[in-house]
Nanobody
Framework: QVQLVESGGGLVQAGGSLRLSCAASGSIFVINTMGWYRQAPGKRRELVATLPTGGSADYADSVKGRFTISRDNAKNTVYLQMNSLKPEDTAVYYC?????????WGLGTQVTVSS
């Protein structure tokens, strides 16, 4: 079993920054993809950024140039640095780990950007 715990969400003004963290524990395989998704009220969950072990990051067009995903494999932790935040970035952000075709999700952390 795998557990994911997110932290770092909060309230920030437009133009500000936040850093999200997600620590994974349990049966973690060396090869996996960790990432972030978000869901705004009334909308479907959408990909924000993903980063596979030893691979390249993939970003949603809406966050390219503003968000940066990184990971510390020794700590099984993934980060999301969010800069130049916009009100439309307001959502619950979910950590995701995909390994052996199985998706694991965290409980989510709220990010609210005020205008």
């Amino acid at each position: 079993q795998v557990q994911l715990v997110e932290s770092g969400g909060g309230l920030v003004q437009a133009g500000g920054s936040l850093r999200l963290s997600c620590a994974a524990s349990g049966s973690i395989f060396v090869i996996n993809t960790m990432g972030w998704y978000r869901q705004a009220p009334g909308k479907r969950r959408e990909l924000v950024a993903t980063l596979p072990t030893g691979g390249s990051a993939d970003y949603a067009d809406s966050v390219k140039g503003r968000f940066t995903i990184s990971r510390d494999n020794a700590k099984n932790t993934v980060y999301l640095q969010m800069n130049s935040l916009k009100p439309e970035d307001t959502a619950v952000y979910y950590c995701n780990l995909k390994q052996r075709l199985i998706n694991y999700w965290g409980l989510g952390t709220q990010v609210t950007v005020s205008s």
